[in-house]
């Protein structure tokens, strides 16, 4: 292809995609397709001879579209959001063209340095303290691996990645039932092993980790002869939106001298609205905190933003410096692959620049209190419905609720009736070992005509 067909099909395809966003709420939210549908359209041996790109843009559409679940869909109501903004979109345009492998200082000067800047912007918006120091990670999930590493390396005295752990005693991480599945893995990478993370109690309508069960399980790993190194705390749980104690957490912690991960990976993003930052009261406390932009702020996945309050210690855990990867003649420089597992780094700082300055902190903040708002509005009609029961209230924008005196069956039943019927989506989960449904509101394009809709899915559905 040459540069000006490029031209060409980069124009098509804005077009494509600005037609595509329009007309989302005209679409079913999840795919209908079979497993193994796609997958049938496709051939089984690569082409040998090239393909015009009329054809293959033809099969895009034909093969491709059909198979995907629409997470821009204003009536996405699963999961969390990964909100694409268009001005995210077309930093991300950008950042593809130019194609820089972000690794170094020397390889992208303006990408180190802009993350450095829009790193600090983020701290200044969620109102963390000067001295927190920001790198910009894939995922929430490779930011809790690189902070369990660091927990590792500190307990051990950095003899970790040296000696292995063979011969050391058992590592144990504390945290609550109620974290994300990406601290399990973490421990599992790290090679601390699923056995040695410990689950510490919940309590409170918050599902809060227990501060006196933390320090009765260190306690009594100590005495057993373990090694505690760390506690992972969660703001906004995957399944309820639960919210630790931060500043309880945090103070047992350091009377042990453990290091504190802070798992904010949603509701982080709701705190450049400072009435809710109660909701982590005391984060100023802990050692590292990841929240996504990618979920709340509309900057395109992926984009994980970690703060640390001694990045020094990462680099420890992290760097490794070869001749090839040094630069000479350049004092001061940071390298953020010494701040993150892998080495090749894409410039994710672009969309955030984009995204920050199109819409500014305040009209973030409208689209988020809009969330939040809508949210509890439809708690509050299901609650008064005596068709459902509320199980947990409404946690920024999340709530979950069930059909009143259905089993776990029936929850399943009903929530698959909605799905199918495409006009929302959502998800389940378990609280107190039944099965609830999940509703979040968090979609960048979401209106409160898309709530009252799911409202009206719901009752509908309900009397089928």
């Not at 049938?40 to 679940?69: K, S």
């Not at 090694?227 to 969660?234: F, H, N, Q, T």
């Not at 672009?350 to 949210?375: A, D, P």
Request: proline share 5%; net charge negative.
């Amino acid at each position: 292809m040459d540069w000006n067909t490029f031209a060409r099909w980069g124009a098509r395809i804005a077009d494509w995609g600005a037609q595509y966003h329009l007309g989302l709420r005209d679409r079913p939210v999840r795919a209908s397709t079979r497993p193994g549908e796609v997958a049938a359209a496709l051939p089984v041996q690569p082409p040998e001879q090239p393909e015009a790109m009329e054809t293959i843009f033809a099969d895009f559409e034909r093969i491709v579209m059909p198979g995907m679940t629409h997470w821009q869909h204003p009536r996405f109501f699963a999961y969390f959001p990964a909100n694409a903004t268009p001005p995210s979109m077309l930093a991300e345009f950008l950042a593809t063209t130019v194609a820089a492998q972000c690794m170094l200082w020397q390889t992208s000067p303006a990408a180190t340095e802009m993350e450095t800047v829009m790193m600090d912007w983020l701290r200044q918006s969620i109102g963390l303290p000067e001295g927190f120091k920001g790198v910009i990670q894939d995922s929430a999930s490779s930011a809790t691996l690189a902070a369990v590493l660091v927990m590792r390396e500190r307990a051990l005295n950095w003899a970790g990645n040296r000696q292995g752990l063979t011969g050391q005693p058992r590592l144990r991480v504390y945290c609550s039932g109620e974290v994300h599945s990406s601290i399990d893995r973490a421990i599992w990478i790290a090679g601390i092993g699923a056995e040695n993370l410990v689950r510490v109690p919940t309590q409170g309508p918050m599902r809060a980790m227990d501060a006196a069960a933390l320090d009765a399980a260190i306690r009594a790993d100590l005495a057993a002869g373990h090694l505690p190194c760390g506690v992972i705390a969660c703001t906004g749980g995957t399944g309820t939106g639960a919210c630790d104690d931060i500043a309880a957490t945090v103070e047992v912690a350091r009377q042990h001298g453990l290091y504190t991960h802070v798992d904010a990976a949603w509701a982080g993003a709701a705190m450049i609205c400072p009435e809710f930052r109660s909701l982590w009261a005391g984060i100023e406390g802990a050692d590292s905190v990841v929240f996504n932009p990618h979920k709340w702020l509309g900057v395109q996945f992926d984009c994980a933003a970690h703060f640390l309050r001694d990045p020094d210690s990462l680099v420890q855990t992290l760097a490794i410096r070869p001749e090839y990867l040094k630069t000479h003649g350049a004092d001061g420089i940071i390298n953020y692959s010494e701040w993150s597992i892998p080495l090749g780094r894409r410039f994710r700082a672009l969309k955030l620049w984009f995204v920050l300055r199109h819409y500014g902190l305040e009209g973030l903040r409208g689209r988020i209190r809009n969330h939040v708002r809508w949210s509890v509005a439809l708690a509050d009609k299901l609650r008064h419905d005596p068709r459902f029961d509320i199980v947990t209230d409404p946690v920024l924008s999340l709530f979950t609720f069930r059909l009143r005196g259905g089993d776990d069956a029936a929850q399943i039943t009903f929530i698959n009736r909605i799905n199918d019927d495409g006009r929302i989506y959502l998800t389940q989960t378990r609280v107190a070992d039944g099965v609830v449904i999940r509703f979040q509101a968090g979609q960048f394009d979401m209106t409160e005509d898309d709530m009252i809709t799911a409202h009206r899915v719901i009752c509908e559905l309900a009397g089928a």
